[in-house]
């Protein structure tokens, strides 16, 4: 026999259970679907007329974009960089009905809707300042992205006849007989300079050419392959460490051995040497003494003795 107060308390929670069991459970709300890209088609939509293009794509490196499948449709195949191509389509083409046509936009729009993807990449800091952009050099100029020379970078033509393209003068410097062998395809313009804009000069970079490449952070790019003249040296040559080694040198060719600018060794030397001062000294820089008489033909090739001229760990003269 169940006690009142006890059935005081039973009756109201089996009301509460019962009435659980009986009324179904709130609806969830449901999640709303993800609006569909407006224009967006696909690729896919583009191939039916630009066969030519669609079937060396997959080669591009912006072919990843649609292999991934993950990029959003603005960031995915031809309407990455052309824009949505509903509108193109139901115009049944036409260069006025794609929003990004490289063929009629503006340098400065070109490199924008470039930098949409690559604006973060490091090699790519500075080309809002650098010169092909000042003076309205667009990115398709020197890349093709349908039709490319190179799959790798892109480029209409091979490197050194890209840059030729401008810099005729510099195709001459580069037949002359002490060169660095570009033409010879050793090494490109590129291992030098930065066709994207480079960083400013800084102490190791001496006197900086156009838009020169760094080299190991802060030096000038010849290092990277003339790496026995780094140093830190003890005796530093201050012609090599302040002006940097186109104080000397012809960077792309010369008439001259070793690239120098001058054809006799100790005309070169005398640029700075030339006992122009009092004493022994003139601002740092030594003068001849006496017993150097630059008429005799021992005196006048300077580096049989003073070897060590891009900088000496043991001898302030650089005798050794």
Request: net charge positive.
């Given at each position: 026999?169940?006690?009142?107060?006890?059935?005081?308390?039973?009756?109201?929670?089996?009301?509460?259970?019962?009435?659980?069991?009986?009324?179904?459970?709130?609806p969830?709300?449901a999640?709303?679907?993800?609006?569909?890209?407006?224009?967006?088609?696909?690729?896919?939509?583009?191939?039916?007329?630009?066969?030519?293009?669609?079937?060396?794509?997959?080669?591009?490196?912006?072919?990843?974009?649609?292999?991934?499948?993950?990029?959003?449709?603005?960031?995915?195949?031809?309407?990455?960089?052309?824009?949505?191509?509903?509108?193109?389509?139901?115009?049944?083409g036409?260069?006025?009905?794609?929003?990004?046509?490289?063929?009629?936009?503006?340098?400065?729009?070109?490199?924008?809707?470039?930098?949409?993807?690559?604006?973060?990449?490091?090699?790519?800091?500075?080309?809002q300042?650098?010169?092909?952009?000042?003076?309205?050099?667009?990115?398709?100029?020197?890349?093709?992205?349908?039709?490319?020379?190179?799959?790798?970078?892109?480029?209409?033509?091979?490197?050194?006849?890209?840059?030729?393209?401008?810099?005729?003068?510099?195709?001459?410097?580069?037949?002359?007989?002490?060169?660095?062998?570009?033409?010879?395809?050793?090494?490109?313009?590129?291992?030098?300079?930065?066709?994207?804009?480079?960083?400013?000069?800084?102490?190791?970079?001496?006197?900086?050419?156009?838009?020169?490449?760094?080299?190991?952070?802060?030096?000038?790019?010849?290092?990277?392959?003339?790496?026995?003249?780094?140093?830190?040296?003890?005796?530093?040559?201050?012609?090599?460490?302040?002006?940097?080694?186109?104080?000397?040198?012809?960077?792309?060719?010369?008439?001259?051995?070793?690239?120098?600018?001058?054809?006799?060794?100790?005309?070169?030397?005398?640029?700075?040497?030339?006992?122009?001062?009092?004493?022994?000294?003139?601002?740092?820089?030594?003068?001849?003494?006496?017993?150097?008489?630059l008429?005799?033909?021992?005196?006048?090739?300077?580096?049989?003795?003073h070897?060590?001229?891009?900088?000496?760990?043991?001898?302030?003269?650089?005798?050794?």
């Amino acid at each position: 026999m169940v006690r009142p107060v006890a059935a005081l308390l039973l009756f109201p929670a089996l009301a509460l259970l019962a009435q659980s069991q009986a009324s179904p459970p709130p609806p969830t709300p449901a999640t709303p679907a993800t609006p569909a890209a407006p224009g967006f088609v696909g690729s896919n939509a583009c191939r039916t007329c630009h066969a030519d293009v669609w079937q060396n794509f997959y080669k591009n490196p912006h072919s990843k974009s649609l292999a991934s499948g993950k990029e959003p449709p603005e960031r995915t195949g031809c309407e990455s960089c052309h824009g949505p191509g509903q509108g193109h389509i139901e115009a049944r083409g036409g260069k006025a009905t794609i929003p990004r046509a490289f063929s009629v936009m503006t340098p400065k729009q070109a490199m924008q809707a470039c930098l949409t993807c690559h604006e973060n990449n490091f090699d790519k800091a500075n080309i809002q300042r650098s010169e092909h952009t000042q003076n309205d050099v667009p990115c398709t100029s020197c890349h093709s992205i349908h039709h490319p020379a190179s799959t790798k970078t892109l480029l209409a033509k091979k490197e050194s006849e890209l840059c030729y393209g401008c810099h005729a003068g510099i195709r001459a410097q580069f037949e002359m007989p002490s060169r660095h062998r570009v033409n010879e395809g050793f090494m490109q313009c590129s291992d030098c300079h930065n066709p994207h804009g480079s960083f400013a000069a800084t102490w190791g970079m001496g006197q900086r050419s156009h838009m020169v490449e760094q080299a190991l952070d802060n030096e000038t790019p010849c290092l990277k392959c003339h790496v026995d003249k780094r140093g830190p040296f003890v005796y530093e040559h201050p012609s090599v460490r302040v002006e940097g080694c186109q104080m000397c040198h012809n960077p792309h060719g010369s008439t001259n051995a070793k690239l120098l600018t001058r054809p006799v060794v100790f005309t070169l030397c005398l640029e700075c040497h030339n006992a122009g001062g009092s004493g022994t000294r003139n601002l740092g820089v030594d003068l001849q003494t006496s017993q150097h008489n630059l008429l005799d033909p021992r005196y006048q090739k300077c580096t049989t003795c003073h070897v060590r001229l891009h900088g000496s760990n043991a001898d302030q003269y650089f005798l050794r």
